[in-house]
């Protein structure tokens, strides 16, 4: 695959100092995230517009059509071109045919969103039990030596506030770690890198700093991910859907505290006394 | 307008009771928030699916047509049919027509998406200029009030989390508090209702407990409220957008804590001594 950048296109800064005044009436120096409405478009016509800090944009927009099931096999892709200046990248598919083929796939108009934000869902719940997820035990001693880990890993969210972030782990490893204004880009960030790495999710862990909604849970059930870790909660309709494809849920994790939601046959609580005081 | 409920279609509640297992090992019970999808029709053909918590749904209905700017004229909406087992809200425009007129309307293909999330960004933010926003002065005192009031204001979210908070404001008083799991329903919710109510949002203050973004921007443009307040902080584009449209930004609200981050001249530090211990 080659990855084209268009000249005279340079990579907006991912985080902009600006003067605010604050409850004393006093100027101060604060750092503020960017926001950029990336344009997807296959084979030159337009999919979708993510708004994105614009960190890891070629794991974004693989990512992105792979978690929504538009294109399945990383050999139909010949290329990606982004070109900052208008705020695009585009999918060159080998067929030339991209965005027809996905309508066809999708058997529904695809989503465009003329100059703003979109996001699509795939209906393809079908084809998340197709692949059964593969549960394994997870420590509760791993688990926080995880979180410990994660708790160095957030540099944009330290410094800016306003994005999320999202983990690839292994264990208590973290393997990827991507931040984004937009809720689900993160994970559809690491989707992409996994695609491209050949990184596969049946032993790992996705964690996020955003809650557990149905969407989450369907992005991690397409890579393949069976626990999911977050800092936040979770709603009713992500752990019914959890609970469906056989995932481990745990929520409100931070410090020693942590909810399982679902999966708890599969905690091994071995820290209980080292851990909490 | 005729707001019709089908038969049969219970609304379904708004949190719900789960047994959670905690780092103790030990069982809890536990409130999470409801999370169902909302299919938007038009004239019995599909709009949007937005993932919503069922509360307010005629107004986020009416909001979201409203703010995307498919319906600028509550007379063109004869009624809304809630059919909470199919999980659709269906109106019924006056001429029968509604969904290509929309198309017509916004020049492009009307966003559809199947049986998930979408969300629509106006491509319109021309039309946002033509109606200048009237700004006013706020006093910090007057803010550290309302600050106040909207602590007691959020039962959903201190009940089982995962939802975002929006109100509307008037002087220290809320007007209008809306909870929802959609990052942007709670603000469409509102300018439905103020849509029905006839309420202007010209010497009025928007509440969230989200992160400023463009999208929340333009939603507060397109409800003509000059003021945004929030508990999080902002993103480059959401502020560009605001100074561009002359609106107020205030970030970091918590407490006794704010950070103007534009509209400075507006904001009047008369609660400094009392306040700030």
Redesign the interface.
Known sequence: MIIQKKLNSEKPPIT?S?T??????EK?Q?M??????LTIKVDGQELV?L?TLGMHQKDLVLGYVRNQGLITDLKAIEGITIDWENETADIATVSGNGLIEMEKK?S??V?????????????N?DKLYNTPLKPFKLR?STLYTLLKSLSKCNPIYKT???VHGCALCHGSKVLLFFED?G?HNAADAISGRMWTEHIKGTNKILYTTG?????IVMKSAAMEISVLVSR????????DLAIDLGMTII?RAKG??????SG?EF?V?DG?KK??S
């Open positions: 902009h600006v605010v005044i604050n409850q004393r009436g101060k604060v503020i995230a960017t926001e950029i409405p517009t708004m999708k529904t108009k989503v465009t969103s003329g100059c703003g934000q979109g996001t699509l869902f795939s209906c719940l509760q800016a506030g306003s204004v809720r809650r557990l909604t149905s969407e936040s909660g979770v709603t009713r309709m992500g752990l929520g020693s505290n942590f909810s399982v939601f708890e905690m609580f209980v851990q909490i």
